[in-house]
């Protein structure tokens, strides 16, 4: 069983940055590979990245490519979503995932095994 808790949402204004923490539970972390998704209201949940057990390997939704870093720190548990040049389209709950590390690269939220509760992002124009 895995556990996680994102933290770092709010409110901030178009062209801003916010940083986002996923903190895990148990010590078979590094097992895994972890995905940041997001879902706004009405719409469906839709993958923003992905990073590989090491944190060697990331894959990103063309919709962030160049925006938005994801990272992770197998030491501490975490996995970090460094968000720039926001915009009010990036608005959504975002949530963190964890996914067997040999099914890395994996887009679709079905494929993950472990879900945080999500946490606020709103952009305003």
């Known amino acids: 069983q895995v556990q996680l808790v994102e933290s770092g949402g709010g409110l901030v204004e178009a062209g801003g940055s916010l940083r986002l923490s996923c903190a895990a539970s148990?010590?078979?972390?590094?097992?895994?590979?972890m995905g940041w998704f997001r879902q706004a209201p009405g719409k469906e949940r839709e993958f923003v990245v992905a990073?590989?057990?090491?944190?060697?390997?990331?894959y990103y939704a063309d919709s962030v490519k160049g925006r938005f870093t994801i990272s992770r720190d197998n030491a501490k548990n975490t996995v970090y979503l460094q968000m720039n040049s926001l915009k009010p389209e990036d608005t959504a709950v975002y949530y963190c995932?964890?996914?067997?590390?040999?099914?890395?690269?994996?887009?679709?939220?079905?494929?993950?095994?472990?879900w945080g509760q999500g946490t606020q992002v709103t952009v305003s124009s």
């Open positions: 148990g010590r078979t972390f590094g097992s895994y590979a």
């Open positions: 995932a964890a996914i067997i590390a040999n099914m890395f690269p994996a887009s679709r939220a079905n494929e993950y095994d472990y």
């Open positions: 990073i590989s057990w090491s944190g060697g390997s990331t």
